[in-house]
């Protein structure tokens, strides 16, 4: 199994950036595609974005596009989720997970999680 730890999150100003870390311990790393998912006060949890096992397959959340960006260092064993134009919507927990499929764009796919970590967005 794998162990997740997510650190970046904040508070920013509309239009501003951050840059989500997912360190990863346990079981190695690349045999895991990875997603950031976020939960909005009063909404369920949605994917923001994922990538495959290679980092060679993304797929995103139309509302995230062109601003977030995925990425992976296996050599690090760490995930980021690059977040940029930052609106106040965005404004949610980010979660990190990891799945034994190659790439995968559903919840249920997702068997290992972290804790969580806010990220808030003012006007």
């Known amino acids: 199994q794998v162990q997740l730890v997510e650190s970046g999150g904040g508070s920013v100003q509309d239009g501003g950036s951050l840059r989500l870390s997912c360190a990863a311990s346990g079981r190695t790393f690349s045999a895991y595609g990875m997603g950031w998912f976020r939960q909005a006060p009063g909404k369920e949890r949605e994917l923001a974005a994922a990538?495959?096992?290679?980092?060679?397959?993304?797929s995103y959340a139309d509302s995230v596009k062109g601003r977030f960006t995925i990425s992976r260092d296996n050599a690090q064993n760490t995930a980021y989720l690059q977040m940029n134009s930052l609106k106040p919507e965005d404004t949610a927990v980010y979660y990190c997970?990891?799945?034994?499929?190659?790439?995968?764009?559903?919840?249920?796919?997702?068997?290992?999680w972290g804790q969580g970590t806010q990220v808030t967005v003012s006007s």
């Open positions: 990538l495959s096992r290679g980092g060679g397959v993304t």
């Open positions: 997970a990891a799945t034994e499929k190659v790439v995968a764009t559903t919840e249920n796919a997702y068997r290992y």
